[in-house]
């Protein structure tokens, strides 16, 4: 009789069990879909444990058992409660008709999480450029008798609060004229929260500024043929960042200033925490990083600025820069001490229907002299020391030129 009943308890829950498996399956939103896992995890199980109870008949498996259910009905219901506002807080759907009863009660996010990390497609906003009086140009192949970097297959930018707009549309209009695939990332850095008095507030703040950013970047987006998956991480921005395919192959853009840690300025007393990450990401990234300028610059400035300082992989990035169309431009100022060679650089301008200067390079490394006009762009094989946004309430881009305002391209080896 007890191993009929036994049986009989086992299979009731055992059926309960299985329809809340298939409520979680089927349910329309995550309330509905709680309620049938709580049902699971107090009934099913609770039905299933009685059964095995009367199987054994011994005291201390009555005692055991009796003590789980107990459990259980303490602690699931508890659980299923606090997945609920967290999903009624984070603005999961509601599909079931009816008044909101926690409304004006507790803080709910306009769109659900899933929503906010949907897919987007990044339209570039790239001012038209009017080329009817302009000759079809064929795009130059590469040297034969140099080092040539991989073709660009993979273009990657970086979603910071403040600064999205920009960094967005450039990276949209390189990976169109490439054909390289695009994608957006958008980093908690958790460093930040760690350094911070109150971290729960900070991580709070810094979310909500991430998901400010994600907004402003879907603001900017429009239909294109290149997709673009939004990634959201939470970490150390260096790590996710990094990337160890074959240089050339990926470019990651950046904005010249903001930091994963979307400009919330809270750290602990006594503390120096400072994001000055964004110059370590160079080194991090394996191929080209460009830094781009928030200031629109005129059509006039064609000046791209080559800063010398005797390496090797410097015109390969240059004859690769060209060649993927990050910029257009007519002139390669060609900046480097008088005991360096020309490198091969006056040879790629000519290719490219550019005029090539040389200047004598100025006494500090990374910069350029003053001289040179309409700046479009420098590019670096080293990134300026020391690795900080700001020294001494200088901004990096002065150790370079004073008031600089165009993109800067850097890649390390």
Not at 367 to 382: E, F, K, N, Q, S
Request: aromatic residues 4%; hydrophobic residues 45%.
């Amino acid at each position: 009789m007890l191993a009929i009943l036994s049986i009989l308890f086992k299979l009731a829950g055992v059926v309960f069990l299985c329809i809340a498996a298939l409520g979680v399956i089927k349910l329309a939103d995550p309330f509905q879909r709680m309620h049938a896992a709580t049902k699971a995890g107090t009934l099913g199980a609770g039905l299933v444990i009685i059964g095995s109870v009367i199987a054994h008949g011994a005291l201390d498996a009555t005692v055991m058992g009796i003590l789980t259910v107990i459990f259980l009905l303490l602690t699931v219901p508890v659980a299923g409660h606090l997945l609920g506002r967290a999903a009624y807080v984070s603005g999961a759907q509601l599909t079931l008709s009816g008044d909101d009863a926690l409304d004006g009660v507790l803080t709910r996010a306009d769109q659900s999480l899933g929503k906010r990390s949907d897919w987007v497609s990044v339209a570039p906003k790239v001012q038209a450029v009017d080329n009817r009086d302009r000759a079809p140009q064929r795009k130059p192949a590469p040297r034969n008798d140099m080092p040539v970097l991989p073709a660009l297959e993979a273009v990657r930018f970086a979603v910071i609060d403040g600064q999205v707009a920009h960094v967005a549309e450039r990276a949209g209009a390189i990976a169109q004229r490439s054909g390289a695939s695009l994608s957006a990332h958008t980093i908690i850095d958790t460093h930040a929260i760690h350094a911070a008095a109150d971290q729960a507030r900070v991580r709070r703040l810094i979310r909500e500024r991430a998901s400010d950013a994600i907004s402003e970047l879907k603001s900017v987006t429009a239909e294109t043929d290149v997709a673009s998956i939004l990634h959201y991480d939470e970490g150390d921005p260096e790590h996710i960042l990094r990337c160890e395919t074959q240089p050339g192959q990926t470019l990651l853009v950046l904005p010249c200033q903001g930091w994963f840690h979307h400009q919330v300025e809270a750290r602990m007393d006594r503390t120096t925490w400072d994001p000055d990450g964004l110059l370590r990401l160079p080194s991090c990234h394996s191929g080209p990083v460009l830094f781009v300028g928030k200031t629109p610059l005129p059509d006039t400035a064609r000046t791209l600025v080559v800063r010398d300082c005797g390496e090797d992989h410097l015109a390969p990035l240059v004859e690769w820069a060209l060649l993927n169309g990050i910029w257009q431009v007519t002139q390669i100022a060609h900046v480097a001490d008088k005991q360096l060679k020309d490198a091969g650089l006056a040879e790629i301008a000519d290719r490219f229907g550019c005029s090539y200067t040389r200047h004598v390079a100025p006494d500090s490394a990374c910069a350029i002299p003053a001289g040179i006009g309409d700046v479009r762009a420098v590019v670096l094989g080293r990134t300026p020391r020391p690795l900080r946004t700001n020294w001494f309430s200088a901004p990096w881009l002065d150790r370079i030129a004073p008031d600089m305002a165009g993109d800067v391209l850097i890649m390390e080896r």
